[in-house]
């Protein structure tokens, strides 16, 4: 048996004529070794681990899916204990597929080449990043099968594989909208084509295929190239582009402060940011202009430092504040009872805003990606009655979350050497909201469209209709 796993780790599988994967076969002993890795990490560590599920019903998770495991492979092994994320609804629980494999992957010719939004049991485009222009790039007809396989059982296998915080899917719908791409290759593979097709309805009960086009897959790489030659204003773009920004309109007495991370890392060594200098000149060019109104851009902002999230409210805040109420962590008593320790939150409690403050008016732009930190700043904010929120209701939790001190590394299992997220301690925002799964609810609520005509629609919206007169 050793020697047979030994030339299969050797062996690689050939999809349509492309490395796709290593096909290592997993024993069934090993699998439930890597299995009880991922139960451990949780049980010891994850202090949400039964907020949103009872301790019944993620045991009966474990036990079914030791009980029912058989030899298979990496990424099928991926799928099959995808089930975690989703029944812990956790966002910061995360599984993803090996080093190794999304590093092979990565180099193949076979992801799918649009960026598409999901609505009642179809996919629509959003974006063509394909060869070459088809029925379906315009997004206004349906895609209803890729490959032959119903859009709604896609969306649903992709989405079963996806964080939330709790029933909110406003994170997981927002991680396809933009990375489809990812999540269809770990569940479907990297078939060279996609054939994508939709139905006509005769006579309201009649169903066939009537537009059938089959289009070549592309790298990664081209992907990301088309998206910045095709779509250059596209938001998320812009501000990926710059990491934090600040933009004046002069004529409407307002500026945008855009901040696409909080994460102190991507932003001093992919940008060269030092945001706290950054952030002092921004303010300091608001209150010195007497700027009116000043939007703080949130949208696709998946969080990072919280302690530069303090940092933006000292700016804001005209009296002591709170920026989070607790932090707790998991805590085994003696009898294996596991039970719930504080830990001091001295930084993020009590906190004096800067006596040279911005005074004006605050509105802050959200959307599904709008994750930890940001929704964290977003309740505070909100809560504080020092901002309006505009947008869509946040992926983040509005009351409590999960994150990781002291650890910035992934957690591998044993054999599969699928990552797990090193989660170990819970953020309580606001202990007096209860544990509802549900993100930040905007004041105003706005659909955060865009398409290459109209652009910015939300942003624009906000300018126009939504600024003191």
């Avoid at 307002?254 to 940008?271: C, E, G, N, Q």
């Avoid at 060269?272 to 949130?298: P, R």
């Avoid at 940092?311 to 998991?330: A, G, H, P, Q």
């Amino acid at each position: 048996m050793k020697y047979i796993l030994l030339l299969s780790t050797l062996f690689s599988l050939q999809l349509r004529g492309q490395t796709v994967i290593d096909t290592t076969i997993y024993s069934r002993e090993q699998l439930i070794e890597d299995i009880r890795y991922c139960r451990d990490f949780h049980e010891k560590h994850n202090t949400n681990l039964y907020a949103y599920r009872s301790k019944a019903y993620i045991d009966s998770m474990f036990d079914d899916l030791e009980d029912k495991v058989v030899p298979m492979d990496a990424i099928t092994f991926f799928k099959y204990m995808s089930i975690v994320t989703s029944s812990i609804s956790d966002g910061h629980c995360l599984l993803f597929p090996s080093e190794e494999f999304r590093t092979t992957a990565d180099t193949v010719k076979g992801f799918f080449p649009f960026r598409i939004h999901y609505d009642d049991g179809a996919f629509y485009v959003t974006m063509d990043l394909s060869d070459s222009e088809n029925a379906f790039s315009n997004g206004k007809l349906p895609i209803e099968a890729i490959n032959g396989i119903p859009a709604d059982s896609i969306y649903h296998a992709a989405l079963r594989s996806l964080p939330r915080e709790g029933n909110n899917l406003q994170y997981p719908n927002w991680i396809l909208e933009k990375y489809f791409y990812e999540y269809y290759s770990y569940i479907y593979g990297h078939p060279e084509t996609f054939q994508l097709s939709t139905t006509c309805r005769i006579d309201d009960k009649l169903f066939e295929d009537c537009v059938l086009v089959e289009i070549p897959a592309v790298t990664k790489d081209t992907l990301v190239e088309r998206r910045k030659k095709r779509y250059p204003d596209y938001p998320m773009t812009l501000a990926r582009d710059k990491g934090l920004s600040f933009t004046r309109y002069d004529s409407l007495d307002a500026a945008v402060l855009s901040l696409f991370t909080w994460d102190k890392t991507i932003l001093r060594k992919v940008y060269g940011i030092h945001f706290k200098d950054s952030i002092n000149t921004y303010m300091q060019t608001a209150i010195d202009d007497s700027i009116g109104t000043l939007i703080i851009d949130l949208r696709n902002n998946q969080g990072g430092f919280m302690m530069y999230g303090v940092y933006v409210m000292r700016w804001l805040m005209d009296s002591t504040f709170n920026y989070i109420d607790k932090i707790e962590r998991v805590h085994k008593t003696s009898s294996n009872e596991r039970k719930y320790k504080s830990v001091t939150t001295g930084r993020f409690k009590s906190v004096k805003p800067y006596k040279h403050n911005y005074g004006g008016n605050v509105i802050i732009l959200t959307n599904g990606g709008t994750f930890s930190n940001s929704s964290i700043f977003t309740t505070q904010m909100q809560r504080y009655g020092r901002a309006v929120v505009m947008g869509e209701e946040t992926g983040g939790s509005s009351s409590q979350l999960t994150g990781s001190f002291g650890v910035h590394r992934p957690l591998i299992m044993p054999n599969t050497k699928i990552e797990l997220s090193h989660i170990n301690y819970r953020i309580v925002v606001n202990k007096d909201v209860p544990y509802s799964g549900k993100g930040v609810i905007p004041d105003i609520a706005i659909a955060d469209d865009w398409n290459p005509e109209n652009g910015d629609i939300l942003l624009q919206k906000v300018l126009k209709e939504y600024l003191p007169k």
